[in-house]
């Protein structure tokens, strides 16, 4: 068999299993980082962040366009609907 093609199939079965591992395991490994790093204080109530609270963005549509509006009413973001 030839060497290089050894090798090629080597990284590429290496590759397919780290992604199959990345896939299989990144949620586990994700819920559980995201919980280390949170300070839980047994007699607070737990409040969730203000990045998501969905009252901080407003979403207006019409025919043309939808918009995406920050607390102050600045424009952030625009989608033109026709094509």
């Not at 280390?36 to 969905?54: G, W």
């Amino acid at each position: 068999m030839d060497k290089e093609r050894r090798t090629f199939l080597k990284i590429i079965l290496i590759g397919s299993g780290t992604l199959l591992a990345g896939k299989v395991l990144g949620p586990l490994f994700s819920g559980r980082v995201n919980n280390s790093f949170t300070k839980i204080d047994s007699s607070a109530k737990l409040n969730p962040p203000e990045e998501n609270n969905h009252r901080s963005f407003r979403v207006v549509e019409n025919e043309r366009v939808l918009s995406i509006y920050d607390n102050s009413g600045e424009e952030i973001f625009q989608i033109d609907k026709g094509a």
